[in-house]
């Protein structure tokens, strides 16, 4: 059996201090699975810069490697570029604000562009055969929207979604986001739900991508014909 690559980014903008982290490297460390190589970068703790949106002037200018990862050394996107591009399974973690995704989210969705448009503009599958899942954490609600958004961009730029592909939380309708911590460490549920996420990921890479039983390898890519109108 081989080892699989597990990335996970989280895009909370208060980091390691974060809920979302936090529910992040629980489900992380609770996976024992030794064929495993785990890895969390934070999204906060990297100098991002923001997409230059070339795409808007011209389609053919949004490349991978992007401009701003080309020209600018300072910018550190490469290591979210090269985890997902050597990686199998590919989870992102965001906390909801005013019903959507994180800036900081947001911000990388900009930058991922790159890849997407190498396949729906140039015609060359940059990722393929990647596992995609989805964290989401709030205080009040607004998690679905947040998903449908999320799955609609990282399906077009190639992750493959297992069914119930993402974990989420929100507390009650309430101002007292103090005790949510508290709530968090001492429900196992809540970390059960999201445990069960990068499991649930993990045995469909090693389904869909190597089917140990079957010595069968996925090898699969789709170039985007969507929008060869002129
Ligand atoms: C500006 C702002 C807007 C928020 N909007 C929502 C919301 O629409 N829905 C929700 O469930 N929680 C909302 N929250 C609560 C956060 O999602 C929640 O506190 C979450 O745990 C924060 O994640 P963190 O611990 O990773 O920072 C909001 C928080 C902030 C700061």
Not at 43 to 62: D, F, I, M, T
Not at 158 to 185: C, H, M, N
Not at 195 to 215: K, M, Q, W, Y
């Amino acid at each position: 059996m081989r080892k699989l690559k597990l990335f996970g980014v989280c895009t909370s903008a208060r980091g390691k201090e974060s809920n979302t982290y936090y529910l992040m490297k629980q489900a992380f460390d609770a996976l024992k699975d030794q064929n495993v190589e785990k890895e969390i970068v934070v999204a906060s703790e990297l100098n991002l810069k923001p997409c230059a949106h070339h795409y808007s002037v011209n389609a053919k200018a949004c490349v991978h490697p992007c401009h701003i990862t080309q020209m600018d050394k300072t910018d550190e996107m490469i290591k979210i570029y090269d985890g997902i591009i050597n990686s199998d399974v590919v989870i992102f973690s965001t906390p909801i604000y005013w019903g959507n995704q994180s800036q900081l989210m947001q911000l990388i969705v900009e930058r991922l562009n790159s890849l997407e448009n190498m396949n729906s503009v140039h015609h060359k599958v940059v990722v393929k055969n990647k596992i995609g899942g989805l964290m989401i954490l709030g205080h009040e609600d607004g998690y679905q929207h947040v998903a449908g958004n999320l799955m609609n961009f990282l399906t077009e730029m190639g992750l493959i979604f297992p069914p119930q592909a993402y974990a989420a939380w929100v507390g009650e309708s309430t101002e007292d986001t103090k005790s949510d911590r508290g709530r968090l460490e001492k429900d196992e549920t809540i970390v059960k739900i999201f445990s069960d996420l990068v499991e649930n990921t993990v045995n469909f890479a090693r389904t869909i991508l190597e089917c140990p039983e079957c010595g069968h390898k996925f090898d699969y890519e789709h170039v985007s014909k969507k929008k060869l109108y002129k």
